[in-house]
């Protein structure tokens, strides 16, 4: 069983940053893709960005320039370092994944997403 554990959300000002973590436990396979997805009150959840076993990484265009996505092989932990950020930002952030497949040029799509955790809340206030 695999399971995926976010933290470090939390409330920040305009302008401010916020590094996310998801610990996954549990079998790993060796091609995946992971990422991070965001939800808002009352909108669809939609795809933040994405890293591939490969390192291959993709970004949703609103974000780009200002998060970045990391993983840290040795303890199993991907990272969603967040910079710049905006009230906008705010949202539940769920880290996801697709265990046997590597990331689309797109990312990773809510469609294929086969794990995801509890999500961590990020407010940001003007």
């Known amino acids: 069983q695999v399971h995926l554990v976010e933290s470090g959300g939390g409330s920040v000002q305009s302008g401010g940053s916020l590094r996310l973590s998801c610990a996954v436990s549990g079998y790993i396979y060796t091609a995946y893709c992971m990422g991070w997805f965001r939800q808002a009150p009352g909108k669809e959840r939609w795809g933040v960005a994405a890293?591939?076993?490969?390192?291959?990484?993709s970004y949703a265009d609103s974000v780009k320039g200002r998060f970045t996505i990391s993983q840290d092989y040795a303890r199993n932990t991907l990272y969603l370092q967040m910079n710049s950020l905006k009230p906008e930002d705010t949202a539940m952030y769920y880290c996801?994944?697709?265990?046997?497949?590597?990331?689309?040029?797109?990312?990773?799509?809510?469609?294929?997403?086969?794990?995801w955790g509890q999500g961590t809340q990020v407010t940001v206030s003007s």
């Open positions: 890293i591939d076993s490969d390192g291959r990484t």
């Open positions: 996801a994944a697709d265990f046997g497949d590597y990331c689309s040029g797109s990312g990773l799509a809510l469609i294929d997403v086969n794990y």
